[in-house]
Every structure is written in structure tokens, then in C-alpha cells.
């Protein structure tokens, strides 16, 4: 538990270990800061109450502008990642794991792939730092537009980077086989933007 206030006005916030045999997760992508998403985070998933959330990118639509960091902020406020529980005044936060879109980095979808890297930028990597789990967390030159995470001895998450910053047929191929042949009997979700069937 963490004391502290946060936006939700809740003096305390905790969050619940996963049960890797019975947990519930809402999967999305392609959020942008307007007023159909507020209205579907308010009314939908606001009542979903999931363990887990999961965005395949385009979270904010900030195209890589750090100038543009307020739309990452204010869909980070608008997404219910966040459970206030009336009775004690504490609020379970929500884990959140998210995939890079091309908006995220700025690249135009079947464009050429130039992507701004300095101090503050790529803006996505700046607000999700990926692999956490090798014991710190790592400079932003250091980290990955993908990753994965393990819950308990059922469930295999990956998320991967549709080859914006990273292209998917090296360094990610190496990696993703690499990772699968360590958990060859866990039921495995990919997450992942531009999925082969759209929607």
C-alpha cells in the first residue's frame, strides 16, 4: 500500500497481485484524446472493473511532438486505471500494459520510418518504460518498444512493436523466439498495433 492523494481524491492506493488462474482484462487500441473516448472510458470500462488493461497503441495521437506530452497526460487521466473503494477511502490502481502504434512514434502507417531519438524523444518511451523486469529500469536510449510479462505459471503477455521503432524481422524475431522457447507451456496473449485482421 502507498499513501499518498492522487486524482481520485483517495488518501491511500494499493494494487491487487494478479490471480494467474482467474483474472479479467479489457484489450484496446487506437484511444486519441476526444470525446468518444471520454464517454467510453466513463461508461464502459469504468464498470468493467478489469484486473488488467491493455492499449495496442495510438494511445494519445502525440506523433512523437514533445510538445504534445499534455494528450498523453490527459488520456492517462481519462482511461479508468483507477478503483476507488467508498467504504475505506483507498483506490486500486489498475496495471496498464501497452503496445507502440505508429502515432505513438510519429511514423505515417506504410510511410518511411524516421524516428526522432534525443533527450526527449521518442515521448512514448519517456512515459512507458518497457522491460522494467530486468531489475531497473533502464535509461530511454536502452529501451525497447516491446516486451513481455509472465503471471504465475498460466499466461505468457507479449507486447510487440509492429516495426515502427524496432523492425520485426531481426532483433524482435531473435527476441520473441527467444522468449517463447522459455515459456513453452503458458498460454500466450500478443499484443500487438495493426493487427493482420483489422477491424
Request: proline content about 6%.
Amino acid at each position: 500500500m502507498i499513501g499518498g492523494i492522487n486524482e481520485s481524491g483517495s488518501s491511500l492506493y494499493y494494487f491487487k497481485t494478479l490471480d494467474p488462474h482467474d483474472f479479467s482484462m479489457v484489450v484496446g487500441g487506437d484511444l486519441g484524446v476526444n470525446p468518444a473516448t471520454k464517454k467510453m472510458n466513463e461508461v464502459g470500462l469504468k464498470n468493467l472493473n478489469p484486473d488488467l488493461i491493455m492499449m495496442g497503441g495510438d494511445i494519445s495521437y502525440d506523433n512523437n511532438f514533445p510538445e504534445c506530452y499534455r494528450a498523453t497526460d490527459t488520456i492517462l487521466r481519462q482511461v479508468p486505471h483507477n478503483v476507488r473503494n467508498s467504504h475505506d477511502n483507498r483506490t486500486r490502481l489498475i496495471p496498464m500494459i501497452k503496445a507502440a502504434g505508429n502515432h505513438d512514434f510519429g511514423v505515417n502507417s506504410g510511410g518511411d520510418v524516421d524516428i526522432k531519438t534525443n533527450k526527449h524523444e521518442p515521448l512514448f518511451k519517456h512515459y512507458y518504460p518497457q522491460n522494467t523486469h530486468y531489475d531497473s529500469i533502464p535509461k530511454v536510449d536502452n529501451r525497447m518498444s516491446y516486451t513481455y510479462h509472465v503471471f504465475g505459471n498460466t499466461t505468457l503477455i507479449v507486447s510487440i512493436d509492429s516495426g515502427y521503432d524496432t523492425s520485426l524481422i531481426m532483433e524482435q524475431k531473435i527476441w520473441l523466439e527467444s522468449v517463447l522457447s522459455q515459456y513453452v507451456n503458458l498460454t500466450k496473449i500478443v499484443m500487438y498495433h495493426e493487427p493482420i485482421y483489422p477491424g
